[in-house]
């Protein structure tokens, strides 16, 4: 499985941006999918999830409200929507995915994937 993130780029607070991952290999639909950040100094952290069906997902409390993750397996596509970005969110952001997923299951550790994308910057600015 090869995970290609894109979307990234520099917004000014308040401002949307909206992340792509395309997957190539495996069973797109399979896959519960997922989005983590890592900010400079700081530890890579959980930012939204979606389970093998669209109508499980899960996100941190910190974007809850702000962010929407979808998917479309067609396309073998995962999408996280942001919208009223803050300062804080400015991170690399990474998308996961991972290939042993339950249909019920919606994984927020970062252990429990198994393949990431390269990452990509988002910088939000004042």
């Known amino acids: 499985v090869q995970l290609q993130a894109s979307g990234g780029g520099l917004v000014q607070a308040g401002g949307s941006l909206t992340l792509s991952c395309t997957s190539s290999g495996g069973t797109f639909s399979r896959h519960a999918m997922a989005w983590f950040r890592q900010a400079p100094g700081k530890e890579r952290e959980f930012v939204a999830a979606?389970?093998?069906?669209?109508?499980?997902?899960s996100y941190a409390d910190s974007v809850k409200g702000r962010f929407t993750i979808s998917r479309d397996n067609a396309g073998k596509t995962v999408l996280l929507q942001m919208s009223s970005l803050k300062l804080e969110d400015t991170a690399l952001y990474y998308c996961?995915?991972?290939?042993?997923?339950?249909?019920?299951?919606?994984?927020?550790?970062?252990?429990?994937?198994?393949?990431w994308g390269q990452g990509t910057q988002v910088t939000v600015s004042s």
């Open positions: 996961a995915a991972d290939v042993n997923a339950i249909l019920s299951n919606v994984p927020v550790e970062s252990r429990s994937y198994d393949y």
């Open positions: 979606i389970g093998r069906s669209s109508s499980r997902t």
